[in-house]
């Protein structure tokens, strides 16, 4: 079974809709580690994916919608990467969605992109095209790369800009795994069209 990460260049990059594609794609089992704010992420995967995707538990689920480290406090959590472990429920595939983009902190001195090492999954970076973009997904290639972290690929999503794209593609090496175009109505059956736009 393949444990891939999803994280994002920025807190709007779109994770979660990609994590709904590649879920409805693969149908992989979803899990949120760290959910921060409602409704929560793993509500509106089961509204978009398939009756029959394992959408399993949350790691901890926290009120506030901002930075974990912050909401654990507000909370007074002692919140630890180590005490958050992968659901024994798993069955298939499963999509791990980050919170906000890779140095979101979960406390002062753990990261949410450490899960990724911490559950052995594959990151998958999805990139959002607007002005700042190539600085802000460079450097969160280069950090990954730099912290030898294991990179299956990018997704683009939003208005397209091949300038922007293959820049970045020629650059970092990476494989492009697809684009997810502007969605007007999301719906579950765009969800599903919208596989096809992924090679994963």
Known sequence: MNRYFVTGIDTDAGKTIASAILTEKLKADYWKPIQAGFPTDSDTIRSLVSKDINVLPEG???KAPMSPHAAAELE?????ARDITIPKSQKHNIIIEGAGGLMVPINSK??????????DAEVILISRNYLGSINHTMLSIEYL????????GIIFND???EATESFILNYSGLKCLGHIPKIENITPQAIHELGKNINI
């Open 60 to 62: 901890i689920i926290l």
């Open 76 to 80: 007074k959590i002692n919140l630890q």
């Open 110 to 119: 753990e990261f949410v992109i450490e899960f990724a090492k911490q559950f």
């Open 145 to 152: 790369k730099s912290n030898n972290y294991n990179i299956k």
């Open 159 to 161: 208005t397209p800009n």
